[in-house]
């Protein structure tokens, strides 16, 4: 708990919202919070989701006092995070001079994937955090690439953000940046199971199919397709880093991320199928049957009797017996 006792002891804003420094985890908006001022909605959004998670941890371990502690935190936490909410999102950041940034029509960042995936995931406010994604992908998704924010930080942008600012526009993090875009496929398959366990059967599809469509944009294997695999230039077993969206859109720049990868495999059974791994046993979801996109999950289970591990045991058995 010593770094998360850290963050909320020492490292919060005035607006209750965590200090950003030199960048959160997009490390190319460092000129926010270069002066100790500036916050990250975002970082608070994730902070929030690890404090859930820790809750029941802390109650087993230190006791129910303990827990409440932190309980309150988070509290203080959301009711912060709360007043950042305009119109149809949640700011990014407030800049160390006081600029909200995330502001639609600023012209300056307006909105990204992570704040939109992580206000889902995160379970601050439900209808909220649908209005942000829908709004997100409205924006951010293409014909084939999904970008990681919008517009595209410029040099000459009042406040400055950060080394981003040099990237030419639809390169790295002013283009596709696949790991966080990733957070996208997760935020859909948590607004299906919302939706279905709501009883609203369309909107939970709506979203089953969006997880498996938002993952094949980013995931290499249709991008090496007959029809793409001129412009991506990659390989179907290698997850790039990152994709062009403005001039070759869907070129990868640089190819075998294992950051982006190992995302991409978990979003392929977690996002889209909906599987989870609990206390190291498989659990699948129950909308199983249902298609996601056009993809149809077919559950294949051998039977434990047919492995050799079940024969040598057996063969043990009778031996005993004889």
Known sequence: MTSIDLVLDKKMGKHGIPLIGTGDWNDGLDEIGSEGRGESIWLGLFLDC?????LPIIEAKEGAARKERYALKMKVLEEALEKTWRNDRYLRAIHDDGTEIGVKGSGVWEIDALTAAWAVISGINFERGAVIFDEALRVLEKDNVVLLGWPALREDTTPYLGRSSHYPEGVRENGMYCHGDQWLVMAARVLAEQYAARGDKANAQKYRDAAFRLWNKIAPTLHCTPKEIEIYGGQPNKQSADMLTTYDQGRMIWNGYTGAAAWMLREAFEGVIGARLEKGKLKLPDDLKDL???????????????????????KASVSEKS
Do not use: E, N, T, Y
Request: hydrophobic content about 45%.
């Open 50 to 54: 690890i404090l859930k998670s820790f």
């Open 292 to 314: 996601r996109g056009g993809l149809a999950v077919q559950r294949v289970a051998r039977d434990p009797a047919s492995s050799p591990l079940s024969a040598r045991a057996s």
